[in-house]
């Protein structure tokens, strides 16, 4: 069945550092790709709807100038997480959409820990 | 703005109860809601998905149920097991997912 991969599955990096986190669809096309937040115990919350070749479209709340979303393939989305700061410290999972917008696949998320 | 519920939290049962996860929805006006497995620390797998113009779906153990105009969902599985202690969520479809926070399955062997 159809994949989707992140990584890196864990990062650690230092306050003020960026990280970038891929999510790639490994054997379908997806033009609309999603990314999630999830805090312990909580609901995963969307961030950003990602088009391929256009700007990302982000939920209320959520600071594009921090979360950079680039999706410059149809089988690529990057989110980077600019001078990260522990409370950004989270599980972040991707999702893409194949075709027609029926099906949508997710990965298998990556933990961040800002320190 | 859809908001949804699940209840309850947490669910304690031992092998080969049956497992009731109810899951609410505010706007009924979805396309389709999805239930999901997520084992710790990994990402989310699909159980089953109902289109709104479907009452249920049934995948081997799993059974959900959906009651559009109630704004209801119920996901049984029969016949417990402990593999099948992850945590559940359910996601209304209705131009964007919407998640509940889970419900944390224990199955006691």
């Known amino acids: 069945g159809a994949v989707v991969s992140q990584h890196p599955s864990r990062v650690i990096c230092k306050s003020g550092t960026s990280v970038k986190i891929e999510c790639r669809s490994l054997d379908f096309q997806a033009t609309t790709m999603f990314w999630y937040r999830q805090f312990p115990k909580k609901s995963l919350m969307l961030m950003a709807t990602?088009?391929?070749?256009?700007?990302?479209?982000?939920e209320q709340g959520v600071e594009k100038d921090k979360f950079l979303i680039n999706h410059a393939s149809l089988t690529l989305s990057t989110l980077t997480v600019t001078s990260a700061h522990p409370e950004d410290s989270s599980f972040y999972i991707c999702?893409?959409?194949?075709?027609?917008?029926?099906?949508?696949?997710f990965g298998e998320g990556s933990w961040l820990t800002v320190v | 703005k859809q908001e949804v519920t699940q209840i309850p939290a947490a669910l304690s049962v031992p092998e080969g109860e049956n497992l009731v996860l109810n899951c609410s929805f505010t706007d009924s006006a979805i396309y389709n809601l999805q239930w999901f497995r997520q084992d710790p620390g990994k990402g989310l797998t699909s159980l089953l998905l109902i289109q709104s113009s479907q009452r249920e779906q049934t995948s081997g153990r799993l059974n959900a149920s959906l009651d559009k105009s109630s704004g209801r969902s119920t996901l049984y599985i029969a016949a417990s097991q402990p593999g099948d202690s992850a945590t559940y969520l359910c996601?209304?479809?209705?131009?964007?997912?919407?998640f509940g926070a889970g419900t944390t399955v224990t199955v006691r062997a």
């Open positions: 990602s088009n391929e070749g256009s700007k990302a479209t982000y």
């Open positions: 996601a209304v479809d209705d131009y964007k997912l919407s």
């Open positions: 999702s893409a959409m194949e075709g027609t917008g029926n099906t949508i696949y």
